[in-house]
């Protein structure tokens, strides 16, 4: 149970030093009043796991080319992973558009406020449910995502583990325990952009911190160690090698992942995971970090005569395309960066 010196003290402090020092980001109004759902609802997918001066231009060039949730939902889905690469973890962008279609068939292309339902769509948590249903309809709903665990860790000195279980529904019962009923939607963002800008993992600003009179890890001197930092892992290395077939009128062979898995139905040059015997030793190496392992794809062109190719594996297709043809789908970032390189 949250006590109520932070149910009580927390939210006016909060609010005001929002009000002067919120960031002018393209998914939030001018004027203070709640963004669209829509533009919520794209927002917050893109920037599960990504930073926010990444998404910034990847949402002004996704909602130029799908202004409304109809546009979306009527889009092929390599028009939309196209506008998507490069952000990484595109079953995000595969649910989002799966998530607009069930909005226009079942709610007539609107987004639901109730969380319940919002919790129903494809790739939808609970944590995107309560900025949706906050964020656009000010309902007090509780969010729970990196920034808000670290502030409220921070503020009531919880030095449990975030990661367990036990602690993460402790956290979810503070959010909703001080979420207030009046200006739900601007309280939520003011967490996160406190947790973003000021409670930062590290060296945070507490001098200037809003709500440092009622910080318990502040008082106690304990901001530096709270959270519990992560246990670093050592992840694992896996090499590729990479064809870039050239043939002679200036098409490129190219393959499309299958269609589950990682960076599923993205196209790539042909990639081996051995290396072959005419690979040369001047390839480019391009590096490529995921959450659990590390890449290195090494990269070179070829002219079809001097590739000789067994069949692709299970799953993957192969098709002829020119530069232009390769500009109109998908690329997993890695491959992106390798046609940058070695073709554009």
């Not at 036990?166 to 739900?184: F, H, M, S």
């Not at 589950?260 to 190496?285: E, M, Y």
Request: net charge positive.
């Amino acid at each position: 149970m949250v006590t109520s010196r932070l149910s009580l003290k927390l939210s006016g402090p909060l609010l005001r030093w929002y009000d002067t020092a919120r960031r002018d980001l393209p998914w939030r109004t001018s004027d203070g009043s709640p963004p669209p759902a829509y533009h919520v609802l794209v927002s917050e997918a893109m920037l599960q796991q990504t930073q926010v001066a990444t998404v910034i231009p990847y949402f002004h060039r996704f909602i130029s080319s799908f202004p409304t949730i109809h546009a979306l939902a009527g889009a092929d889905e390599q028009d939309v992973l196209r506008l998507w690469q490069g952000l990484g973890y595109y079953s995000r962008a595969r649910n989002l558009r799966n998530t607009a279609i069930v909005i226009c068939e079942v709610y007539g292309g609107v987004v639901p406020r109730d969380v319940s339902a919002l919790l129903t769509l494809p790739g939808v948590g609970r944590y995107t449910a309560g900025a949706i249903a906050s964020l656009a309809y000010d309902v007090p709903a509780p969010i729970v995502d990196g920034n808000v665990i670290r502030v409220l860790c921070r503020l009531e000195a919880i030095t449990d583990d975030p990661k367990e279980r036990e602690t993460v529904q402790r956290l979810w019962d503070i959010a909703a325990q001080v979420v207030p009923k009046k200006r739900a939607g601007d309280f939520n963002s003011a967490m996160m952009e406190l947790g973003a800008t000021v409670c930062t993992p590290r060296n945070p600003s507490c001098l200037i911190c809003p709500v440092r009179g009622i910080c318990r890890a502040f008082e106690t001197q304990q901001q530096q160690t709270i959270p519990k930092p992560k246990v670093t892992r050592v992840t694992p290395i896996v090499e590729r090698w990479v064809m870039c077939i050239r043939r002679a009128d200036g098409a490129w062979l190219v393959e499309r992942r299958p269609l589950k898995g990682r960076w599923a139905g993205l196209w790539q040059f042909v990639t081996f995971d051995a290396r072959p015997s005419n690979f040369p030793t001047d390839a480019i190496t391009v590096r490529h970090a995921l959450t659990h392992r590390r890449y290195v794809f090494n990269a070179a062109v070829f002219d079809v005569s001097d590739a000789s190719l067994p069949e692709p594996r299970h799953g993957i297709t192969r098709e002829w395309k020119t530069p232009d043809q390769m500009q109109a789908v998908a690329f997993s970032r890695p491959h992106l960066i390798i046609r940058n390189r070695l073709i554009d």
